[in-house]
């Protein structure tokens, strides 16, 4: 993404939705999905996400995609769900669900545009940022995100070319939307944009694979009866091809700003490098990423807040935390969290 434009980089978050009607929503899960039931409105950032209901208790998610959304990156999203659903994987995630006709993505005319539709089955579970935090969860969330990254190591799927402005690959290509940043919260911002300059030539090295790219708290679940137990991950919007510590820096990200950040993130990092050993240049590429995805989720939110302040409360769910991160992370250089990251690994060679 290097040389964008703000113009380009608004492109992939800016298209317009037109609301569909919810009796037109529980016309489309009977017609072409044959599952009879009512609809409800579900947050979401870039698409129409439904909840549908039927008599006898079944429950799915109809998904009706924003018109900037292209077939190719869709289908490689499915193509991954059905990948991971053939695996072992304890951890249970969305299933696709085929139309009746067999194919898992539909387009079909709404209004005055065509979009796409599809539809996945429905997990049960509370959202991850309503439960308090614990050493038990973090171990949990550490553990299952190498599971996932180990679940997707051989789906081979050519990635679609995109310009995805959650891919932390592409930080540098957020300068221009710096102005959208209040003037107090620049800094930061900045800093960790220069790091990340710095790194990015180093990044090619660094193992790569299709990631999740999203292990956030509004997209994990857990049981009501007892938070550590995740009882699924959701949302993969944002899967990309790219070095598979990204995802850890983007789950590491979403702790570093509360309350016992430090010990929740190295929790975490602890047990996912049981399943999954990092290696010595990921943990030392790992503070810069991990400070990266902080300035971002201060800069685009900020920017989008700006462009759909009707869903300003959504698009800032994370903001306030983000920017704790990133101002709690400051006290600290990268070579020092870096070594940190290493002894808590136990990788001090």
Same mark, same amino acid.
């Given at each position: 993404?290097?040389?964008?434009?703000?113009?380009?980089?608004?492109?992939?978050?800016?298209?317009?939705?037109?609301?569909?009607?919810?009796?037109?929503?529980?016309?489309?899960?009977?017609?072409?999905?044959?599952?009879?039931?009512?609809?409800?409105?579900?947050?979401?950032?870039? !698409?129409?996400?439904?909840?549908?209901?039927?008599?006898?208790?079944?429950?799915?998610?109809?998904?009706?995609?924003?018109?900037?959304?292209?077939?190719?990156?869709?289908?490689?999203?499915? !193509?991954?769900?059905?990948?991971?659903?053939?695996?072992?994987?304890?951890?249970?995630?969305?299933k696709a669900i085929p139309a009746s006709n067999g194919h898992f993505l539909l387009k079909l005319s709404l209004g005055s545009d065509l979009r796409f539709v599809r539809m996945l089955t429905f997990l049960d579970g509370v959202q991850l940022h309503k439960v308090p935090k614990s050493a038990g969860q973090m171990h949990a969330l550490g553990v299952n995100l190498a599971r996932l990254g180990q679940g997707l190591a051989d789906f081979r799927a050519a990635p679609p070319v995109q310009q995805l402005l959650w891919d932390i690959c592409n930080a540098t290509a957020l300068r221009p939307l710096i102005g959208h940043v209040a003037p107090s919260r620049r800094a930061p911002?900045?800093?960790?944009? !220069?790091?990340?300059?710095?790194?990015?030539?180093?990044?090619?090295?660094?193992?790569?694979?299709?990631?999740?790219?999203?292990?956030?708290p509004h997209n994990i679940l857990v049981s009501s009866d007892d938070p550590t137990e995740i009882t699924g991950v959701i949302d993969f919007g944002d899967l990309v091809e790219a070095p598979l510590v990204n995802d850890l820096a983007v789950a590491l990200s979403y702790q570093a700003g509360g309350e016992n950040g430090m010990e929740n993130m190295l929790a975490m990092l602890r047990a996912y490098h049981s399943i999954r050993p990092l290696s010595q240049a990921e943990l030392a590429a790992l503070p810069c990423l991990l400070r990266t995805r902080l300035a971002m989720t201060v800069l685009i939110p900020e920017w989008?807040?700006?462009?759909?302040?009707?869903?300003? !409360?959504?698009?800032?769910?994370?903001?306030?935390?983000?920017?704790?991160?990133?101002?709690r992370l400051a006290d600290h250089s990268d070579e020092a969290l870096a070594a940190l990251f290493q002894q808590t690994t136990g990788d001090l060679s």
């Open positions: 993404m290097s040389n964008t434009s703000e113009a380009d980089v608004q492109n992939a978050l800016t298209a317009k939705l037109d609301r569909t009607p919810l009796s037109r929503v529980e016309s489309i899960a009977a017609q072409y999905f044959c599952i009879a039931g009512r609809a409800s409105v579900l947050s979401s950032e870039r !698409d129409e996400t439904f909840l549908i209901e039927t008599a006898d208790g079944m429950r799915a998610v109809l998904k009706i995609a924003n018109t900037a959304e292209r077939a190719d990156i869709l289908t490689f999203q499915t !193509d991954a769900l059905r990948h991971l659903e053939r695996k072992p994987i304890e951890l249970p995630l969305p911002v900045l800093s960790a944009l !220069d790091a990340f300059d710095r790194l990015a030539p180093a990044m090619s090295r660094l193992p790569r694979q299709v990631i999740h790219n999203d292990f956030n989008r807040a700006g462009l759909y302040p009707e869903n300003r !409360d959504y698009i800032l769910r994370n903001h306030p935390s983000a920017l704790a991160g990133l101002n």
